[in-house]
């Protein structure tokens, strides 16, 4: 067991009083010049990555930024960065590539660069390399301290790469910017002791470290005081939550806590780990007020020798067993999982076991992923990689099994009344608002601008494999 570690409250102090500097400085740059200093702030991968943006939000407008949707505007950017898989390298380097063309318009201009891809090695020093006008450069462990490295950057005028920390710590009281007033994410805790042979996740974000729940339930309460209908708490492996604590309250012990707290509201919680996914904790599930009848239970593949191979601790059996007593005790969940395809050595037939456990455990969705090779990780080094074509068509196959049983699992609601969350006008479909059930399935009806971050009785009339159309009742 890691012992965990606070953040001591010397630091948070230390990194207030550079906010304060810098707000400083930036509002006597406004009141010299008449001009406000803006900051931008995009983020790419996970959940986790969104909820750490927005503590960067929430610092940047502490120092005195104004936040801006466009770059072209911004004094400063932060590009939080994820490295899952090496699309998403490929995009974040692509991006920071067009802010050149920014930075030679206006030189005072900071472009930092952060989160999960910056935190190896090798792309620190590509930065370094090849990306001469990002100014700084700090991993994960390393986000609470943006104000100081701000200052130090502008202070000495030189880039500043800065090195990993070899502690990973607990950051509690960062000042957050919520992007949404009716939706929050609250991490619960942090890292990743599993290392799972595929992921590169345990080596960006280091070892597991748990919130203390007191600050857990009193993010929450206050959340609900301000009115946030919907909260999700975050970790890379969020049942594992409390192993760390000395008090014993486990992830099972942490939901019961929050399911006692009062108001209209939905809790939600990812990622959760199929070694982990206790009876316990779906017993509070089931008796709960404010748990959505929903979990996120990655599945990876439905082979036992490949999830062997994975390091993934569970086999087909106790996966099933698993899900079979979570519809137990609730009939109506919604289950979704996460497969890849093409891990290494993954033999045709091994691959068909997948498909036959997506037949079996008929998941509401599934998010799907072509094994991508990450840099030090032990699956990558490996001989017997899958060529490009025949992962491309195992990944096809795969969606086209997982369509079909989408549909079939959506079809039954046609009828039905739902309450759904509304998130406004879609994104996709300007003509339509859009919105949540409770089982986080997209609903689309004609809606009005006064639902949105409102509950909806929403009565479902279609359905295809990946949302239900209807109207309002
Ligand atoms: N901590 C979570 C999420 C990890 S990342 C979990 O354990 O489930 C989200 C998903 O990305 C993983 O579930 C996995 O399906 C996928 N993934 C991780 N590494 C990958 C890789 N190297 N190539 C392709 N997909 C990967
Ligand atoms: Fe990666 Fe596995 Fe940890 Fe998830 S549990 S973050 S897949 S190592
Ligand atoms: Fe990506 Fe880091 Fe999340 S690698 S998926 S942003 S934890």
Redesign the pocket.
């Known amino acids: 067991m890691n012992e965990r570690k606070d953040l001591p409250r010397a630091d948070t102090e230390a990194q207030e009083a550079y906010i304060a500097r810098m707000r400083a400085e930036n509002e006597a740059h406004t009141a010299g010049t008449g001009e406000t200093r803006h900051a931008f702030v995009l983020t790419f991968g996970?959940q986790q990555n969104e909820a750490d943006s927005e503590k960067l939000a929430g610092m940047a407008k502490a120092m005195g930024y104004v936040l801006t949707d466009a770059p072209e505007e911004a004094d400063l950017i932060l590009v939080n960065t994820c490295a899952?898989?090496e699309h998403a390298e490929k995009k974040a380097l692509s991006i920071v590539g067009q802010y050149k063309h920014l930075k030679a318009k206006k030189p005072s201009m900071v472009i930092a660069v952060c989160g999960c891809m910056v935190s190896q090695e090798h792309r620190k020093n590509e930065l370094k390399r090849s990306y001469p006008y990002v100014d700084l450069v700090f991993g994960t462990a390393s986000l609470h301290r943006l104000p100081q490295l701000l200052c130090e950057k502008i202070a000495k005028g030189k880039r500043l790469f800065c090195p990993e920390e070899t502690a990973y710590t607990v950051a509690e009281g960062l000042p957050i910017h919520r992007a949404s007033d009716y939706r929050a994410w609250v991490s619960v805790m942090y890292g990743?002791n599993?290392f799972?042979s595929?992921?590169?996740?345990p080596y960006v974000r280091g070892r597991e470290r748990s919130r203390a729940p007191e600050a857990i339930v009193r993010e929450v309460e206050d959340l609900v005081a301000k009115g946030y209908r919907d909260i999700t708490l975050l970790?890379?492996?969020?049942n594992s939550y409390g192993k760390d604590l000395a008090d014993g309250c486990d992830f099972a012990d942490l939901l019961a806590r929050l399911d006692r707290i009062e108001g209209d509201f939905l809790l939600r919680f990812?990622?959760?780990?199929p070694k982990d996914a206790s009876r316990k904790l779906i017993d509070v599930m089931a008796s709960s007020r404010h748990i959505a009848r929903q979990f996120?239970l990655?599945m990876?593949s439905g082979n036992d020798k490949v999830l062997r191979e994975m390091n993934r601790h569970y086999d087909t059996a106790k996966y099933t067993e698993t899900v079979a007593y979570m519809r137990e005790k609730m009939p109506d969940v919604t289950l979704t999982s996460?497969?890849?395809v093409g891990f290494p050595g993954e033999t045709e037939e091994e691959f068909s076991d997948t498909l036959a456990m997506l037949e079996k455990v008929r998941f509401d969705m599934l998010?799907?992923?072509?094994?991508?090779?990450?840099k030090g990780?032990p699956?990558?080094a490996r001989e017997d990689q899958i060529p490009p074509e025949v992962k491309s068509a195992r990944f096809e196959r795969l969606l086209a099994t997982q369509n079909a049983i989408a549909l079939e699992k959506n079809q039954p609601l046609v009828g039905k009344r739902l309450r759904v969350l509304c998130d406004g006008v879609s994104k996709t479909n300007n003509a339509l608002y859009s919105g949540r059930t409770e089982g986080n399935k997209i609903a689309f009806f004609e809606g009005t601008p006064e639902d949105t971050g409102k509950y909806v009785d929403f009565l479902v009339e279609r359905a295809d494999a990946f949302a239900l159309y209807g109207r309002k009742v």
């Open positions: 996970c899952i898989r990743c599993n799972c595929y992921c590169i996740v970790g890379q492996n969020v990812m990622t959760s780990h996120h990655p990876q996460d497969i890849i998010y799907s992923f072509i094994y991508s090779p990450r990780t699956a990558a």
